[in-house]
T-cell receptor, first 116, second 108 residues
Framework: KAGVTQTPRYLIKTRGQQVTLSCSPI?????VSWYQQTPGQGLQFLFE???????NKGNFPGRFSGRQFSNSRSEMNVSTLELGDSALYLC???????????????FGSGTRLTVV | SQQGEEDPQALSIQEGENATMNCSYK?????LQWYRQNSGRGLVHLIL?????REKHSGRLRVTLDTSKKSSSLLITASRAADTASYFC????????FGKGTKLTVNP
């Protein structure tokens, strides 16, 4: 079956702009979570959605937001971009919220965002 | 904040050798996972070990967990050039907390 699909793969934006990233989870998976990866801070949890509701949120400013649609697809939005938002943004999906099977989470290939 | 801390940060070995990476964490856990990441791409789940397990095998991978020391190790036996990647341990369920990773280079 198809994996987790993230679009676009690469994005270049200017400071002050906003950006929307998309994630399509594995069919049947209802939990979608987002992570930011930077060389300095490593992998950090942004937020998780389950059945269209945000269940968990990491320590990021309000400029970072997201949503999940009824088909479980998710988007994350970053407004008023800063240079420090340059990162690889990863989406992960799982079937259940908070229940880790032996297969763990399935991650997408990520969106590489560069803010100039 | 990082829950897990991998050690070493970087490891370079020859093909055929074994590679051992260690992970320490701070709080009690229900499970610990290891993921691999090839050159800035997505994470691939390798193996999960639950808190009541001490050792788990999957192919050339062997993971141990010592909850008294709050540490885990990942052993890759008979390494191949294709194993070159960064390896991360992660704890948590609803949200994963990752270590900073070990960058493994396997030289042909």
């Amino acid at each position: 079956k198809a994996g987790v699909t993230q679009t676009p793969r690469y994005l270049i934006k200017t400071r002050g702009q906003q950006v929307t990233l998309s994630c399509s989870p594995i069919s049947g998976h209802r939990s979608v979570s987002w992570y930011q990866q930077t060389p300095g801070q490593g992998l950090q949890f942004l937020f998780e959605y389950f059945s269209e509701t945000q269940r968990n949120k990491g320590n990021f400013p309000g400029r970072f937001s997201g949503r999940q649609f009824s088909n479980s697809r998710s988007e994350m939005n970053v407004s008023t971009l800063e240079l420090g938002d340059s990162a690889l943004y990863l989406c992960a999906s799982s079937f259940y919220l908070g229940v880790i099977t032996n297969y763990g989470y399935t991650f997408g290939s990520g969106t590489r965002l560069t803010v100039v | 904040s990082q829950q897990g801390e991998e050690d070493p940060q970087a490891l370079s070995i020859q093909e055929g050798e074994n590679a051992t990476m260690n992970c320490s964490y701070k709080t009690s856990i229900n499970n610990l996972q290891w993921y691999r990441q090839n050159s800035g791409r997505g994470l691939v789940h390798l193996i999960l070990i639950r808190s009541n397990e001490r050792e788990k095998h999957s192919g050339r991978l062997r993971v141990t967990l010592d909850t008294s020391k709050k540490s885990s190790s990942l052993l890759i036996t008979a390494s191949r050039a294709a194993d070159t990647a960064s390896y991360f341990c992660a704890t948590g369920s609803e949200k994963l907390v990752f270590g900073k990773g070990t960058k493994l280079t396997v030289n042909p």
